[in-house]
Structure formats: structure tokens, C-alpha cells
């Protein structure tokens, strides 16, 4: 059974940073592709970053040159670096993997930019 769990998340000034980390486990990480995604409130969930198991990343327009995805295999562990944050960014952020055609979600991180 896969399980990830994130964390990393707080509350940041509009302009700061942040990076959020997601352990996973129950599956062989390093084929797996690793994914971010954020729901914020009153809003569907969305796509924020991907990172492929030879280091490919993906990002969402609305991200793209502030966040940086990345992962280290031999701890199991992805990544999500929010530079540049601006309020817009307040959401849950979710760690995701598809394993043998199932989807596995953590419980998500809340980040809140507010100054």
C-alpha cells in the first residue's frame, strides 16, 4: 500500500519561500513519476509539478520560474521549492503517484501566504 506524507507547509509572507517535502513509501520510488498538486479553497484541485523517474520536470504556467520539483530516490523523498510566493498560492498542496493504474494522495500540507 502506498503511502506519502508531506509536510513543510506554514504560513509565509507574500515574497517568501518555502519547501514542502512528501515521503513516500509501499512502492519502488525511483520509477515512479512524483507529482504536486494544490487545491485552494472553494476551488477543484490542480496540477502544480511533475518530475519523471530520470528527473524530467512539468510545471503549471502559474508556477513556472518560482517552484522547483525535485527528488532524492534514496530517501524516498520528492520535493516542492515555492520561491516568489504570492497570495494566490494559498492552498492544500498534495503529493501524488499512480502505482499499477492507482492513484495515491497524501493528506496534504496547507501553505497560506498572507502578509
Known amino acids: 500500500q502506498v503511502q506519502l506524507v508531506e509536510s513543510g507547509g506554514g504560513l509565509v509572507q507574500p515574497g517568501g519561500s518555502l519547501r514542502l517535502s512528501c515521503v513516500a513509501s509501499?512502492?519502488?520510488?525511483?520509477?515512479?513519476?512524483m507529482k504536486w498538486y494544490r487545491q485552494a479553497p472553494g476551488k477543484e484541485r490542480e496540477f502544480v509539478a511533475q518530475?519523471?523517474?530520470?528527473?524530467?520536470?512539468m510545471y503549471a504556467d502559474s508556477v513556472k520560474g518560482r517552484f522547483a520539483i525535485s527528488r532524492d530516490n534514496a530517501k524516498n523523498t520528492v520535493y516542492l521549492q515555492m520561491n516568489s510566493l504570492k497570495p494566490e498560492d494559498t492552498a492544500v498542496y498534495y503529493c501524488?503517484?499512480?502505482?499499477?493504474?492507482?492513484?495515491?494522495w497524501g493528506q496534504g500540507t496547507r501553505v497560506t501566504v498572507s502578509s
Open positions: 501524488n503517484t499512480v502505482k499499477l493504474g492507482t492513484a495515491s
Open positions: 509501499g512502492m519502488i520510488f525511483s520509477i515512479n513519476i
Open positions: 518530475i519523471s523517474n530520470y528527473g524530467s520536470t
